[in-house]
């Protein structure tokens, strides 16, 4: 097992350890299980750090041996012979080309030479050793290479998505950059069972702390939507989750009517705003059915018409908190939301979940 592989496994027993032991006794103090979240996250927080200083110094190592990372290009043809005329004009970039595989076997044009279908990406990048696959395009390019992306990303081989044609909510504000153009790295993904352990574990104890936290107020809340749904204040709503599991998530009501959802006057308006009514779903995440972050459970109807590469984001727990949530003027569009999701899917790690769960806490803003 790899250096890094047992750095997880250690450090994410310890917690587990920790967690035990601070539940072990006859009584269950306050202290004690806010004590053992705290060492859950950073024991987690530390295990994340480690792999990626391992996996920055491979990558490191293996430059400075090898030379130029042998690449392939994926993509839409006109997107792509621009991006390979700017890495071939910026030589810093230390990027050795094989070739250009393209989404739609039947386009015409880009960079040369022209290899086969990206359906068969995986067995190229190892006929060719690729080191590196950079897919290039916008959300529709990332949507139609979803399944292959993993595959990739499994056989060993590391993803980037260089976005020349994503919105500005898309794009991130800082970070790694390809020829000019913003990139993400999509190596770190849900495959990562310990440190998905670690962080649903952390998630677990922090959703159980915040409900006792909250017990003092719930009779307030509940009060406040009676009288904006002018019904009985708590929701079951049937949703998906991970890896197909339906599940009955809680809702407090902020409007009349059987989706409690609407209208409600200014009090419904408010505990919207407020995402009040989302509270319940702590005890979702204490369950195991939701995570604190992730994406929006869906409906069991829309979850049996998802195709494939929509399907991925069944890979992680749905959350009560996500990217594309964090955005108060609500200017996403549906294709986004959807693009938005399977970023986090792919990319997800403890780092990010605990960033947009910082910024939901502290003030939902524009990312």
Not at 28 to 42: M, Q, R
Request: hydrophobic fraction near 45%.
């Amino acid at each position: 097992m790899p250096l890094d592989g047992h750095l997880r496994l250690a450090t994410v027993g310890v917690s587990a350890l920790a967690v035990f032991a601070a539940l072990g006794g006859s009584a269950v103090s306050l202290p004690s299980l806010v004590g053992a979240s705290v060492w859950a996250t950073l024991a987690a927080l530390i295990l994340n750090g480690a792999a990626r200083a391992i996996r920055s110094l491979r990558q490191l190592t293996r430059r400075s041996l090898t030379g130029p990372v042998r690449t392939l290009v994926a993509g839409e043809p006109r997107a792509s012979q621009e991006f390979c005329d700017r890495i071939a004009a910026d030589r810093s970039e230390r990027l050795s080309m094989l070739g250009f595989v393209p989404l739609d076997p039947l386009c015409e044009g880009g960079p040369t030479p022209r290899l086969r279908a990206f359906r068969e990406v995986v067995d190229i990048a190892a006929d060719l050793r690729a080191q590196a696959v950079v897919l290039v395009g916008g959300p529709d390019e990332l949507q139609q290479s979803a399944a292959q992306v993993d595959a990739l990303r499994r056989s060993g081989v590391a993803v980037t998505y260089v976005m020349t044609g994503a919105t500005g909510l898309l794009q991130p504000k800082r970070g790694l950059r390809i020829g000019g153009y913003p990139a993400l790295q999509l190596g770190s993904g849900a495959e990562s069972r310990a440190m998905l352990f670690a962080a649903s574990l952390a998630g677990r104890l922090s959703a159980g702390l915040a409900l006792a936290a909250l017990l003092p107020i719930a009779p307030l809340l509940l009060t406040l939507s009676s009288l904006a749904g002018k019904n009985q204040p708590l929701l079951t709503c049937p949703r998906v989750g991970l890896a197909g599991q339906r599940f009955l998530m809680l809702r407090l009501r902020s409007g009349p009517g059987i989706e409690g959802r609407e209208g409600g006057g200014r009090l419904g308006r408010v505990l919207r705003w407020l995402h009040i009514d989302e509270l319940p779903q702590l005890w979702n995440v204490v369950r195991g059915d939701m995570a604190l972050v992730g994406p929006r459970p869906i409906e069991p109807s829309l979850a049996d018409e998802l195709e494939d590469w929509q399907a991925a984001r069944l890979c992680v727990r749905p959350g009560i908190t996500g990217v594309w949530q964090l955005d108060r003027l609500r200017r996403w569009r549906l294709d986004e939301m959807i693009a938005s999701d399977l970023l986090y899917v792919l990319r997800w790690s403890l780092s990010l979940d605990l960033g947009i769960l910082s910024e939901t806490i502290l003030g939902r803003r524009n990312p």
